[in-house]
């Protein structure tokens, strides 16, 4: 008899040692936001957020504990810039000078500072190939430095051309890259790293003049650049023509009071960040606002000194937190903020089936 009760202990103790120490799954939000806040009418679902390395890795057990001591838990610091790719989250943190990785599929949290030519200082914004390649601004370098998948450095280019570069994209083989002091774009080739032209070829009190030109985004027609010093996106084409200007200073719906990073989907709709208003405008591809998301609020889905933003169309890991029965998961929007329990904070553009 007191063999089986031991055998029984055993079993039932066995278990619970292992699930201490398993990887746990992105956590669940119980509550599910949408905006609107009608769900019929829903166009944009806070799907999940993350903040330390205990929003992804798994909890220490007693036993681990008492064994190794207790794991410092690990914090995102100052991030900025934001980027997706292959199941990372990759984060520009000005407080460690380098980029905090997280990776949903291995749960782990990892902080990478390059050391020796691959040194980062101040990385502002970083943008991923479709080959994993990461590009990465640093504004106080005065140059792109570029990495492999696995963050070993292979180059970097712009320095003596570039005075204060801000932001990248990268689309058509070419780079993009936003320069607050020039107050232009200056447009690299993507194999050769040459300088191809800049843009716009204007002169201070023109509509296409660039005040403060601090983030980019582009899609196969346009290029949209948020001119904090002129409040609102400047839209180009690829060429460098300008086209129109969305949005403009002022307290209204459609308008800015700190527009940041701003990034577009394949459909040319246009995602704004506001820093003043801590939310996040959407407009159509005719500069028309639908609606916006986020706000002055430290619970789910809310935003605290927001900058940067991008999407990405791979929505398998996020699939999860949407009800498939009603609705379609279109592709993720990541979204950063500086301050508060929320730093990195991911949406997802939901569709009615």
Known sequence: MNTLIKLLAVLLITPMIFYSCSPKIIQSNVQKVYYPEIEDSAKIQFLATFNSSTDIEAK????????????????????????????KIFVCDLGIGGIVEIDLKSNKFNQIVPRGPGKLDVPLNISIDELGTIYIVDISLQKILVY??????????????????????????????????????????????????????????????????????????????????????????IKGDFISKVGSFGKAYGQFVRPKGNAVDKE?????????????????????????????????????????????????????????????????IFQINQFGNHKVNVYGRVEHK
């Open 60 to 87: 220490q057990s007693a036993f681990n504990k008492s064994i190794i001591g207790e794991v410092d838990q690990v914090k995102i610091k100052k991030p900025y810039g934001v980027d997706y790719f292959e199941g």
């Open 148 to 237: 492999d998948k696995d963050f070993n450095f292979i180059s970097s280019f712009g320095k003596g051309e570039l005075k204060s570069p801000t932001d990248i994209a990268i689309i058509n083989n070419k780079i993009w890259v936003t320069d607050i002091v020039s107050h232009t774009v200056k447009v690299f080739d993507k194999k050769t790293n040459e300088l191809l032209f800049s843009f716009p070829d204007t002169v201070e009190g023109n509509e296409d003049w660039l005040y403060k030109p601090s983030n980019i985004s582009a899609s196969k027609k346009y290029i949209y650049v948020t001119d904090v010093g002129d409040g609102g996106i400047k839209k180009f084409s």
């Open 268 to 332: 040319d709709n246009l995602y704004v960040v506001d820093g003043s208003f801590q939310n996040v405008q959407m407009f159509n591809d005719k500069n028309q606002l639908l609606m916006y998301f986020g706000g002055p609020t430290n619970t789910s889905g809310g935003m605290y000194l927001p900058t940067g933003i991008s999407i990405s169309y791979d929505t398998e890991l996020f699939k999860k937190y949407v009800d498939l029965d009603k609705f379609d998961l279109k592709y993720l």
